[in-house]
């Protein structure tokens, strides 16, 4: 008995001298304002979809703040990455740090639960057996017929006209290529200005957010700056140049020269032939 009462006397003791949570120091002022400067820049990068640099930025944060909203600022971060896991440990850290009740990030937990990838089974591995190859077949070769030569008396052409050709003069195919190469290029140049006029629109938009905020440096609203105007630049730029190529294929096939008709032309052939009797000639139109 006296053991006993010993025993949980010096267990009272041990408790008085052990640090409590109230007790723990408090961050100092240089601490919560360098954590507000952190909690800024994640906000600036979670808005510019830099959910990387966001995460590493509220992390300090929580670190030297120990704040338990940062810890919902965490897990956003992780959930965009595509870090499910991590982000639901941090959702929980925050509802286990905070006071009150959020039934809308127990949700968010149980969606995020919901979305994480189901464990497969193995697949089972099922033997291929190769099927034997099938002989080549062979065709026999088919007889061919046999060719009688004919003896013909020598002949001695007179004269043949030149034929006419039946190819498409090259001049022809030549302004058509270009005509099209012309029509292409420049429907692609056009394109590509919608491209840019949509980039040039996209760092306005930019420049807008970061001078409503006013907690930037100049040099980063400059350079977002000089980035539009120089999207800008090449969106007229392209939109010229594809138009003019466009306008100058469409008028190469609008003054292409038309195929003349061909005509039949009447022609004459004659032939000379030797014959027991003498020479003779034998011609038709």
Known sequence: MVKTLRALFFSLIALLFLPSPSLQAAPSPADVDLARRHYEL????????????????????????????????????????????????????????????DPTTRARIRNLQARLPAKSPKPTVVPIVKAQPKPPKIDKPKPQPAIVKRAHPPLAPIASEPKESSKEPSASRWIDWTAWGLVAGGGTLVATSFVLGGLAKSRSDQVNDLYKEGTHNWSDVSSKASQGRGFQTGQ??????GGLAVAGGVTLLLLKPKKAASSEQASFSATMMITPGGLSVDGAF
Do not use: D, W
Request: charge should be positive; include cysteine; glycine fraction near 4%.
């Open 236 to 241: 007229i730029v392209t939109a010229i140049v």
């Open 42 to 101: 994640g906000r600036t990068y979670y808005q510019q979809a830099a959910y990387a640099k966001a995460l590493a930025a509220f992390r300090e944060a929580y670190a030297l703040s120990k704040r338990a909203a940062l810890l919902y600022n965490i897990g956003k971060c992780q959930e965009a990455l595509g870090q499910l896991s991590e982000a639901i440990a941090s959702f929980e850290a925050y509802l286990a740090a905070s006071s009150q009740p």
